[in-house]
């Protein structure tokens, strides 16, 4: 299963999760935790590369 029927699959069983399983409650929960993941992971790195780039302009802002 790719990435976007894991999405897909975990959006129906947000919908209707008073209705399902304890199974796809469970899959859903671990597709949740990876994403989570995943975006904090990319923050995180997103976050350094923008330091870098402001102090990157900010030297070359002093010597201009």
């Not at 990319?42 to 900010?58: A, G, M, R």
Request: aromatic content about 10%.
């Amino acid at each position: 299963m790719n990435n976007i029927e894991k999405s897909e699959k975990t959006k129906n069983i947000i919908k209707d999760y008073k209705n399902s399983s304890n199974k796809d409650l469970s899959f859903a929960m671990d597709f949740i935790q990876e994403d989570f993941a995943l975006t904090k992971e990319s923050l995180i790195k997103l976050t350094h590369h923008l330091d870098k780039l402001e102090l990157t302009y900010n030297t070359i802002l002093k010597e201009y």
